[in-house]
Structures are given as structure tokens and as C-alpha cells.
């Protein structure tokens, strides 16, 4: 990139440097959850109609897409923010309703992508530049809340948890070649990529009794569950180092009063893992100890399997350009770091990098602990306003000079999926039912294999 392009950038990005901080200190005051973001997406709608774009809302659920043209032949890349909160009431700011809070850094991003559109406005920053540009306020990439996006799906409203999966099954995505964002943290770095997880939601079924009277008339589903997870952490140690498996359930429900044994209690949790393959093998022996739980006191078992987030790999030739944007833009004396490591968080990027070349690198800024109550952003201006000359930047490497760099990783790349086999696999993944089946002659059945709802699997490219 040549210094006058360079210098369009900062110029246009700087005359537009009060909104993107002012909608970073809005942004944070509005957190909300996953597919309940209405105050942030109006909020980031409103500020790129006022840019004058258009935009394609996605229907029934929060978030849009708006589409740049650039009159030239190319690839088409995508550019995103996140809309969600997560949820952390210990935290100062939490929302005192819902313990919502952005002690994930997503409110930046969206500050930072109303940065960028404002910035794509001026004709210096698209000179040169081949190919289309397509940018995206999506919702819904923590994924929580298990319990309401069921409901979601059960009425109709969505069809996957998380948000980018939602919008690349609407069709918002086809015809992009290739992704990026940009996430909040304490430094500018990027990974390899990140683990992927698979989301479980786990009933325990007992029978109600009077706790005090009549104990034995009772299973005490509550019992049940704590057998299940002590069972789990007994397999811990089976978990391969490699495959980054994690486990980490929460009890959602665990009675409805104390002087009754508990008839019903409810688990949400993932299992992440580094492959598909090592997400599946693992679910399984963790499906048989919960499910050894139940028949342990005589409770049953429901265990409802459903499609988290794909592993995340980052193509190298994007980390690259990450790269080399970031030396271009970064303040004197601070360095981009590539830590070449794997992260054991996982993000429903992953799931665009099945099927397209993606980065999902880091801005610093911040400081504290990843969805903790001491989060805090320290330095709004590094992680917004420097951030939105670094996401251009990227963006000036890959569509200039006709395109060149897009259309070379584009050609490289060698995709897990096409987009019709990555969904039918995340469908494969469903599956339901209650895992054991009691006889009136003392024996119980016990299925181990899922019930699977929808399919064997995707096809590979």
C-alpha cells in the first residue's frame, strides 16, 4: 500500500473518530444477549442509514448485512461485528435486570464496524480497490442461554444457535469469498485458530416427594445430577492433551423448593474439543457417565445434543495480511504478535472457516478477565479508531491492485466444506430422546447412541 492510500485511510477514518467512541461508550451501556440485541442493532442500523447504506435486515431476529461496490470484478469480502453481551451480574456495569455486560469486548466491534462504514464512504478509501465489500452487525455469537435459543428454534425463529451459522443458512452470505473481524483483547495478536463445541442441554427426570415426610416415595433428580458430573470429571483424565477438550457444566434448575425432592433438574454445558472428531468421541463417554448419573438412583435421562461452533483455523496467507495491516497502522513501539498457539475458546467463526479463508485476530485495549467482572476498556481509541485503520488496511491489501491478494488466497484455499455439506453435517449433529427405558421385571435399557435428527453428515469437498 502506497503512503497516499495510507494516509486516505487515517484521514478518513480520524474524521469520523468522535462517533466510533461515542458508539463505543453507547454500546457498552446497552449490553444484551444473543438474538435478544434490539437497542444494539437499531442502535448500529441507525448510525449506517445516517452513512446512507442500505441495508438487508434479517428477518424475525436482530442484525443486517449492507453490500459495497466497488464497479470492479473481484472477490467479495466480508467484514464483521458482533452485536452480543454476555452475562456476568458481579460486574460493576451488569445490567441490574438481566446481569448483562460487555466484558466481551463486542460493543468495539460494532463501534469499530460503524468506523469502517463511515470511513468506506469517502472515495479515496475505495479507490484502487477491485472486487465488493459486505459488512455485518451479526448476533448471537456467545453461546448461552441455551435454554431460550431452543425455544427460538422450537417456535420457528432460528435454526442454529449461533448467529453466523443463522445467517449463512438465510443465504446473507453467499457470494462472500472470504471473512474477517477483528475481536477485543489486551493486545494486538492473532492465533492459529480455536477449538470448536458441541451444545448440551441435560434433564434429569425423578419424582417428587415430601423431603421431610416421605423421602423414600422420591428419586431425587438433584442426586442424579451430581452423579453425572462426578462420573464426567472421573473421565477427565481420559481426554487426549491434543483434542482440548473441555467440560464445563451449570446447573440451571435444581428443584422448585427445598421441602420437596427434587423431580426435575436441568444442566446446560458444551463440549469443546479441537476436531469434529474429538468433539464426537468425547461427547459420548461424557453422554455415558451423565447418563450412569441417572441410573445410579433410578432417574431417567434426557440429553439434548445440538451444533455449537465449528473449530475455528485461521487460513495463514489472511494471517498474513493481518500482519502486515497491522505494521502499517500500529503505534510506534507496539508490535503485532503471531503466537502461532491454539486457543481452547471457541467462536461460530470457526464456521465460516469451513467453508471460506477467514482471520479472527486481536485489538488490545482492554484489560481484566475475559468475561469477568474486572473487565474494562482501558484504551477506547487503540481498540476502536486504530483497529478500524487496521480492519481498512486489510481490506486495501486484498482488493487492490485488481484484487491480486484476494483472488491468490481464495485459489489456495482448500475448503472442509461446501456450505450445503457444513449445514447438513451441523444438522447431523441434533439429536435427542431419554437415554433409558425401565422394566416392570427390574431391568432397564440403557442407549448410549444419540437419537439423530436430521441426517448422517455433510458432504466433504
Given at each position: ?13 480520524d ?10 461508550r453507547?454500546?457498552?451501556?446497552v ?10 442493532s437499531?442502535y ?40 452480543d ?16 455486560v ?13 468506523g ?17 465489500i ?39 452470505f ?31 427426570k ?13 428419586i ?5 445430577a451430581?452423579?453425572?458430573i ?18 464445563h ?18 444442566l ?62 500500529l503505534p ?12 481452547t ?10 467453508i ?9 485495549g ?5 468475561h ?7 484504551d ?6 486504530t ?16 484484487a ?18 457444513f ?6 449433529l441434533n439429536?435427542s ?29
Amino acid at each position: 500500500m502506497n503512503e497516499t492510500k495510507l494516509n486516505a485511510i487515517h484521514r478518513a477514518v480520524d474524521t469520523y473518530k468522535e462517533l466510533i467512541l461515542a458508539s463505543e461508550r453507547y454500546l457498552w451501556t446497552v449490553p444484551e444477549t444473543g438474538y435478544r440485541e434490539v437497542k444494539t442493532s437499531a442502535y448500529v442500523a441507525e448510525q449506517f442509514e445516517k452513512l446512507g447504506y442500505t441495508l438487508t435486515y434479517a428477518e424475525g431476529i436482530t442484525g443486517f448485512i449492507t453490500r459495497i461496490e466497488t464497479g470492479r470484478e473481484g472477490p467479495e469480502v466480508l467484514i464483521l461485528g458482533e452485536l452480543d453481551s454476555i452475562i456476568c451480574p458481579a460486574h460493576p456495569d451488569a445490567d441490574p435486570v438481566t446481569g448483562a455486560v460487555h466484558s466481551c469486548g463486542h460493543h468495539a466491534q460494532c463501534a469499530t464496524l460503524i468506523g469502517i462504514a463511515a470511513a468506506l464512504t469517502d472515495p479515496a478509501v475505495l479507490e484502487g480497490l477491485s472486487g465488493n465489500i459486505r459488512l455485518c452487525a451479526v448476533p448471537a455469537e456467545e453461546l448461552l442461554e441455551i435454554e431460550y435459543r431452543s425455544e427460538l428454534m422450537k417456535a420457528g425463529k432460528i435454526k442454529y444457535f449461533g448467529g453466523k451459522s443463522e445467517f449463512l443458512c438465510r443465504g446473507l452470505f453467499d457470494g462472500v469469498d472470504l471473512a474477517f473481524m477483528v475481536h477485543a483483547s489486551g493486545s494486538y495478536a492473532v492465533q492459529n485458530g480455536s477449538v470448536g463445541c458441541l451444545a448440551k442441554n441435560v434433564i434429569y427426570k425423578g419424582r417428587a416427594s415430601h423431603a421431610g415426610g416421605s423421602p423414600w416415595g422420591g428419586i431425587n433428580a438433584l442426586y442424579a445430577a451430581n452423579c453425572g458430573i462426578n462420573a464426567a470429571n472421573a473421565v477427565r483424565e481420559t481426554f487426549k492433551e491434543a483434542d482440548l477438550i473441555r467440560f464445563h457444566p451449570i446447573i440451571t434448575h435444581g428443584g422448585d423448593m427445598v421441602n420437596a425432592i427434587p423431580e426435575e433438574v436441568r444442566l446446560e454445558s458444551y463440549v469443546r474439543g479441537s476436531s469434529f472428531e474429538a468433539m464426537a468421541e468425547n461427547n459420548k463417554k461424557l453422554n455415558r457417565a451423565l447418563i450412569g448419573g441417572a441410573l445410579s438412583l433410578g432417574a431417567n435421562i434426557e440429553i439434548i445434543d445440538a451444533p455449537g461452533y465449528a473449530p475455528l483455523h485461521n487460513d495463514p496467507e489472511m494471517i498474513e495480511v493481518a500482519a502486515e495491516a497491522a505494521a502499517m497502522v500500529l503505534p510506534e513501539g507496539m508490535t503485532f504478535k503471531k503466537t502461532g498457539a491454539f486457543s481452547t475458546g471457541s467462536t461460530d467463526m470457526g464456521d465460516l472457516s469451513c467453508i471460506m479463508p477467514v482471520v479472527h485476530p486481536y485489538a488490545g485495549g482492554v484489560a481484566g478477565k475475559g468475561h469477568g467482572n474486572d473487565y474494562r476498556v482501558v484504551d477506547a481509541e487503540l481498540l476502536c479508531v486504530t483497529n478500524a485503520k487496521w480492519q481498512l488496511a486489510m481490506l486495501d491489501l486484498l482488493l487492490s491492485d485488481g484484487a491480486k491478494r484476494a483472488k491468490e488466497i481464495v485459489a489456495n484455499y482448500k475448503p472442509q466444506f461446501t456450505k450445503e455439506g457444513f449445514l447438513a453435517y451441523q444438522d447431523s449433529l441434533n439429536s435427542s430422546g431419554n437415554r433409558i427405558v425401565y422394566g416392570e421385571d427390574g431391568t432397564a435399557t440403557v442407549t448410549l447412541d444419540p437419537i439423530v435428527e436430521g441426517g448422517n453428515g455433510g458432504n466433504l469437498n
